[in-house]
């Protein structure tokens, strides 16, 4: 990995804060959380790119959605997100 600045994170430390983006975008964590989400994503520019990423997915779905999906059609989503982010943490 490149790493910007500090000690390169470890892969799984990259796991556990790829992990949380989401949660982080969402703003659905504590304040010591967020601050160390902060810190790991000023310091490691591939997680910055996902996050980059996943919050711009958040926002171009968020505005071009107005109603809400049957819930199969999510349930089915759900499990191809989770699946793609299993092969992304494998891969």
């Known amino acids: ?14 796991a556990e804060f790829l992990d949380r983006i989401v949660y982080f975008i969402d703003n659905e964590l504590d304040e010591a959380d967020c601050s160390a989400v902060r810190v790991h994503l000023d ?11 996943q ?17 199969d059609l ?8 989770r699946a793609v982010q299993v092969q992304i943490r494998e891969g």
Not at 1 to 14: F, I, L, R, Y
Not at 43 to 53: F, H, R, T
Not at 55 to 71: F, I, L, M, Q, W
């Open 1 to 14: 990995m490149n790493h910007e600045h500090g000690t390169d994170p470890s892969a799984s430390d990259c």
């Open 43 to 53: 310091s490691c520019n591939p997680c910055l790119e996902k996050y980059d990423l």
């Open 55 to 71: 919050r711009t997915v958040k926002s171009v779905v968020a505005r071009s959605c107005a109603e809400v999906a049957p819930d």
């Open 74 to 81: 999510r349930q089915r989503v759900l499990f191809k997100i």
